[in-house]
């Protein structure tokens, strides 16, 4: 038996997240079946961050058990003619037995993205929020530093999560405008529910001057979702990474391995001739 890990890209708009569900469509299910094709045995991904309906991803990893012996170009280009359009395998690479994809993660980095302009985009309708009132982005940084470093972020979780706590450590959070553009980026131990789309939310608001940046503030020790600003769209939001000790010997996700302003507009969707100009 050997074990294997998987670089995932996909499009979620078409899917129901990734976690399987009777009937309807998910990402876990339709990899799980092109693997299982190429391994010729039926085989059940493990993954790094379970993604909700709508939301996308650029990093994803996964990992699994099998008996077949392939070569990672085999898995790759194996799995990816039985995969629609939406989702692609990046790469697979075998790994130690201890390896898991979600609990040897050390960190994972969302981007959530906005594009703030008058006019909603025809292009990136199922890939970006649209906020049509102008966003100042500066108050929406100052607010993002008050989240920074290890607290408890019970006001930035859905009701229906299920972690055993709220403690999350708080790597990076940085807001970055360029044109129409504005990138939320974040880095945490791990995240809660619905965590990064309530940020975003919260962030969004302040940035309407819909409240002050020390909100955040009074949010994250208040400790109350029902003060908290609406949760953000999912169109917006990318798992672009997760970490992992570089025993493991992983790939980094694909255009991600800084996050330059150049790096992080190609890899918001892969429309560079549209927006980074």
């Known amino acids: 038996m050997e074990r294997i890990a998987v670089g995932i890209e996909y499009d979620g708009f078409a899917y129901a997240g990734w976690q399987a569900q009777a009937e309807r469509a998910t990402v876990q299910t339709i990899a799980e079946r092109a693997l299982g094709s190429v391994a010729a045995e039926p085989v059940t991904l493990t993954c790094a961050g379970r993604t909700d309906a709508g939301v996308h991803a650029f990093g994803q990893v996964a990992h699994f058990d099998t008996h077949a012996l392939r070569s990672g170009r085999g898995w790759v280009l194996g799995a990816n003619s039985g995969l629609p359009v939406d989702v692609s395998l990046s790469w697979a690479v075998p790994v130690p037995a201890h390896f898991h994809a979600r609990y040897c993660a050390e960190a994972r980095t969302y981007r959530y993205l906005i594009l703030n302009r008058t006019a909603r985009s025809a292009l990136t ?91 955040a503030g009074e949010v994250l020790e208040g400790r109350d979702r029902t003060r908290n600003a609406a949760t953000a769209p999912a169109a917006g939001l990318y798992l672009m990474s997760v970490r992992y000790g570089e025993a493991f010997g992983l790939p980094a996700a694909p255009g991600h391995e800084g996050h330059g302003a150049r790096s992080a507009m190609i890899a918001g969707f892969g429309l560079e001739p549209v927006w980074a100009r």
Request: aromatic share 6%; charged share 25%; hydrophobic share 45%.
């Open 125 to 215: 309708a199922h890939r970006a929020a649209w906020v049509h009132r102008p966003l100042d982005e500066e108050r929406m940084a100052q607010a993002a530093a008050m989240l920074h470093g290890e607290h408890d972020f019970s006001a930035f979780r859905s009701s229906e999560c299920q972690a055993r706590s709220p403690i999350r450590r708080m790597e990076r959070l940085t807001v970055e405008r360029r044109g129409d553009w504005i990138l939320i980026e974040a880095t945490a131990n791990a995240f809660l529910h619905h965590m990064m789309r309530n940020i975003a939310g919260l962030l969004i608001a302040i940035g309407k001057a819909e409240a002050p940046p020390s909100f």
